[in-house]
């Protein structure tokens, strides 16, 4: 049995990962993943998995701009979310 999911299985648990229950973190995150995922290098998918890890409060922060992550490609891919939810 592969480790590797097949694309559609991984963005449904993708997507179910994007809801938050904060109305601001569902829809920047989801908008990302729709808009954005699928045209991503690999550095940045993980980055983006990586950053779904994170606490809410903690994502919030980084996403409103208040704080950024010490990682650069956590912050290049914040950088990208917010850019999406600003066209």
């Known amino acids: 049995m592969s480790n590797v999911l097949d694309p559609a299985r991984e963005l449904a ?8 229950g904060m109305r601001e973190l569902d829809l920047l995150l989801q908008d990302y993943l729709e808009h954005a995922y699928d045209a991503a290098a690999e550095r940045e998918r993980s980055a983006f998995r990586r950053l779904l890890d994170y606490p809410d409060q903690l994502l ?6 208040s704080l950024a992550p010490g ?17």
């Open 71 to 87: 990682d650069r490609e956590m912050c290049d891919v914040i950088g990208k979310i917010r850019g999406a939810a600003a066209a």
């Open 60 to 65: 919030l922060e980084y996403l409103l701009g």
């Open 13 to 20: 648990r993708l997507s179910w990962q994007c809801r938050r």
